[in-house]
């Protein structure tokens, strides 16, 4: 079975703080993931990396980075905390590109910034 | 500009009678279709996909269909079970992609 561990299930961070949630899969998949869930809107992408060290912009990448160092592991980086970024963050992985590329979650991290 | 929508944010059903969650699209080059189920607190998971040279695949008690030239994809629970009450997301992807492009959700409640 397809692994994807998220490190941290809950966090509370202060307004201003720089926070790091990270992810590990152990598939050796290509791609990696972080969608954010909110009520009402869904799953939206905020950044993906199809290789180590490489990175693509999603939907809402604004306040966000990420690092990519090892191909098991992709972190998101928020580099200044705002309240707006309370959020459930899902990392995910897939093996590759187009036809059948299922994307495999990980049990998310609940954010919670005061 | 949302390319995938689940227009029913709820739906209810009783136990033992057919669930039908729908899902429009608006991208004629989405050639992969998905459905995953989320419970509160935890990450979602696959359920089935489809491919766009099907226009049906099966697993179980799930079914799922898919009208191209309508853009339009259903997924059948039969017989529904309590254990199904969960958000239901609908994704799709291109030929040449990588993310996936995924609805609002549909929170299916089945009542015994």
């Known amino acids: 079975d397809v692994k994807v561990t998220q490190s941290s299930r809950y966090l509370v961070k202060r307004t201003g703080e720089k926070v790091f949630l990270e992810c590990v899969q152990d598939?050796?998949?290509?791609?990696m993931f972080w969608y954010r869930q909110d009520p009402g809107l869904g799953l939206r992408l905020i950044y993906f990396s199809y290789d180590v060290k490489m990175k693509e912009k999603g939907d809402i990448p604004e306040g966000y980075s990420v690092s990519r160092e090892k191909k098991e592991r992709f972190s998101l980086i928020l580099e200044s905390a705002s309240t707006n970024q309370t959020s459930m963050y899902l990392c995910a992985s897939s093996p590759g590109t187009g036809s059948g590329n299922t994307i495999y979650f990980g049990e998310g991290s609940w954010l919670t910034v005061v | 500009d949302q390319q995938v929508k689940q227009n029913s944010p709820s739906l209810s059903v009783q136990e033992g009678r057919i669930s039908i969650l729908n899902c429009d699209y608006t991208n004629s080059m989405f050639d992969y279709f998905l459905w995953y189920k989320k419970y509160p607190a935890e990450g979602p998971t696959f359920l089935i996909s489809i491919s766009s040279i099907k226009d049906k695949n099966e697993d179980g008690r799930f079914t799922v269909f898919l009208n191209k030239s309508a853009k339009h994809l259903s997924l059948h629970i039969v017989p529904s079970q309590p254990g199904d009450s969960a958000v239901y997301f609908c994704a799709a992807s291109l030929h040449s992609g990588y993310a996936l492009n995924f609805g609002k959700g549909t929170s299916l409640l089945v009542t015994p």
């Open positions: 598939m050796d998949h290509e791609n």
